[in-house]
């Protein structure tokens, strides 16, 4: 940009002050042709603003896309970002089918009115189409007033700050082509909840949100959990409410340590085998991640229970357990260092063993989960992963080999 600035100067020098010399000697030919160099070097300028690439970088616990909007000075920000994956059932198969699918395509589109005040948004296109299986949602739909690094507020659908994956769960960011099974039936991610909360910074490396949201329906529970529960904002029963709190702490680069607790009623003042229950919820969770050169550690744990889970049984002709609990626990190195020193190319293989266990149900699963992810570019990542499941109640669950690509932008 500087040697931009100093080739304009010059332009501007050879017209300004060579011109007296030349006198009437000057031709309005070579007038234009030093104006067309000036012109030819403001729209360099021009173009090389207007190509400058956005930092990717998580803030205020949104994924790096999501996150584009809060470096705006003013106005629109537009990002996204994609999964495809292809399936292939190599034991236990029964008469699965396998299968290749464009899970879902997203786009961000995000809003700073000013500096304190931004609208956030993900609009979700599932399985390539709106027919069959495949719908269109908005996964999330909100309004930040950024007051003070201590406290600010969002409201509108939020994301429910519970475990890892459910804010952050951008492809780039996670390893196979699947988000951790813990993250999806003991934490039904994603997850979101009209809502109105608090977040901040505490002190430093010291994060918090405190959120106040509608509670999820237990009509919809099953054998396996809550998933079913969740309302996403649409014509959502609010008759009971729930408050979730969460912690981060950074005490070193590199390394996060968390906990979040979800609380609250799933009744919604209906009735359960004729009588009306509160069906109390609660979700808690703990969770870490380190990451130094190379290494990444990960590992969660979480807990479910359900109050009057014998009347949601009876009403919704299930076995919806009183109590799961999950846990995983991973570990992936970025091999590519190694082979070639100063490479921005990454490459690493990963292990995750995860494990859930229903109490009263048949449920119950451990899962292995092993493969490689590369990433030519930050934003870009190619997958591969072996699933191993195992049932205790079960001999028909499928072990999987799964291909996929993801990217943000």
Same mark, same amino acid.
């Given at each position: 940009?500087?040697?931009?600035?100093? *080739?304009?100067?010059?332009? +501007?020098?050879?017209?300004?002050?060579? %011109?007296?010399?030349?006198?009437? *000697?000057?031709?309005?030919?070579?007038?234009?042709?030093?104006?067309?160099?000036?012109?030819?070097?403001?729209?360099?300028?021009?173009?090389?603003?207007?190509?400058?690439?956005?930092?990717?970088?998580? =803030?205020?616990?949104?994924?790096?896309? @999501?996150?584009?909007?809060?470096?705006?000075?003013?106005?629109? =920000?537009?990002?996204?970002?994609?999964?495809?994956?292809?399936?292939?059932?190599?034991?236990?198969?029964?008469?699965? +089918?396998? !299968? @290749?699918?464009?899970?879902?395509?997203?786009?961000?589109?995000?809003?700073?009115? %000013?500096?304190?005040?931004?609208?956030? %948004?993900?609009?979700?296109?599932?399985? &390539?189409?709106?027919?069959?299986?495949?719908?269109?949602?908005?996964?999330?739909?909100?309004?930040?007033?950024?007051?003070?690094?201590?406290?600010?507020?969002?409201?509108?659908?939020?994301?429910? #700050?519970?475990?890892?994956?459910?804010?952050?769960?951008?492809?780039?960011?996670?390893?196979?082509?699947?988000? #951790?099974?813990?993250?999806?039936?003991?934490?039904? =991610?994603?997850?979101?909840?009209?809502?109105?909360?608090?977040? /901040?910074?505490?002190?430093?490396? +010291?994060?918090?949100?405190?959120? +106040?949201?509608?509670?999820?329906?237990?009509? /919809?529970?099953?054998?396996?959990?809550?998933?079913?529960?969740?309302?996403?904002?649409?014509?959502?029963?609010?008759?009971?409410?729930?408050?979730?709190?969460?912690?981060?702490?950074? #005490?070193?680069?590199?390394?996060?340590?968390? *906990?979040?607790?979800?609380?609250? &009623?799933?009744?919604?003042?209906?009735?359960?085998?004729? $009588? $009306?229950?509160?069906?109390?919820?609660?979700?808690?969770?703990?969770?870490?991640?380190?990451?130094?050169?190379?290494?990444?550690? $990960?590992?969660?744990?979480?807990?479910?229970?359900?109050?009057?889970?014998?009347?949601? =049984?009876?009403?919704?002709?299930?076995?919806?357990?009183?109590?799961?609990?999950?846990?995983?626990?991973?570990?992936?190195?970025?091999?590519?260092?190694?082979?070639?020193? /100063?490479? !921005?190319?990454?490459?690493?293989?990963?292990?995750?063993?995860?494990?859930?266990?229903?109490?009263?149900?048949?449920?119950?699963?451990?899962?292995?989960?092993?493969?490689?992810?590369?990433?030519?570019?930050?934003?870009?990542?190619?997958?591969?992963?072996?699933?191993?499941?195992?049932?205790?109640?079960?001999?028909?669950?499928?072990?999987?080999?799964?291909? /996929?690509?993801?990217?943000?932008?």
């Amino acid at each position: 940009m500087l040697k931009r600035c100093l *080739s304009m100067f010059g332009v +501007l020098t050879v017209l300004f002050i060579m %011109t007296p010399q030349v006198g009437m *000697s000057a031709t309005m030919e070579e007038l234009e042709r030093r104006l067309d160099l000036l012109t030819t070097e403001i729209q360099k300028m021009k173009n090389e603003a207007a190509v400058v690439e956005p930092e990717y970088e998580s =803030s205020f616990g949104s994924g790096p896309a @999501a996150s584009k909007v809060y470096q705006l000075a003013k106005g629109l =920000s537009i990002g996204g970002y994609g999964e495809s994956h292809y399936t292939n059932y190599v034991s236990d198969k029964g008469d699965k +089918l396998d !299968t @290749a699918d464009a899970l879902r395509f997203v786009l961000y589109a995000g809003y700073k009115f %000013t500096d304190k005040i931004v609208m956030n %948004t993900e609009i979700e296109f599932e399985h &390539g189409s709106t027919g069959e299986d495949g719908e269109v949602s908005v996964e999330f739909a909100t309004l930040d007033f950024l007051l003070d690094d201590a406290f600010n507020i969002r409201t509108g659908l939020v994301l429910v #700050p519970v475990g890892i994956a459910n804010e952050l769960h951008e492809p780039t960011l996670f390893h196979g082509n699947d988000r #951790p099974l813990v993250e999806r039936q003991v934490i039904p =991610s994603t997850w979101r909840e009209m809502g109105l909360g608090a977040f /901040g910074e505490i002190t430093e490396g +010291l994060d918090y949100k405190l959120y +106040l949201v509608n509670g999820m329906d237990a009509a /919809g529970f099953d054998s396996k959990g809550l998933r079913g529960g969740r309302q996403d904002g649409s014509k959502a029963k609010a008759e009971d409410w729930a408050v979730v709190a969460r912690l981060d702490y950074e #005490p070193v680069l590199g390394l996060n340590l968390g *906990s979040s607790a979800y609380l609250g &009623g799933s009744g919604q003042g209906q009735d359960f085998a004729g $009588k $009306k229950v509160d069906v109390f919820t609660q979700v808690y969770e703990a969770h870490g991640q380190y990451k130094v050169s190379g290494l990444e550690l $990960k590992a969660l744990a979480s807990l479910v229970e359900i109050d009057d889970a014998d009347q949601v =049984s009876a009403e919704v002709g299930e076995d919806v357990p009183d109590r799961i609990s999950g846990w995983y626990s991973e570990v992936a190195y970025d091999v590519l260092p190694l082979i070639a020193p /100063g490479t !921005t190319q990454y490459l690493a293989p990963f292990v995750r063993y995860e494990q859930i266990d229903y109490k009263g149900s048949n449920e119950d699963v451990d899962l292995l989960a092993t493969g490689i992810s590369y990433k030519p570019i930050p934003n870009v990542v190619i997958k591969a992963d072996y699933r191993n499941f195992r049932n205790k109640h079960k001999t028909d669950t499928a072990d999987e080999v799964n291909l /996929g690509l993801g990217f943000i932008f």
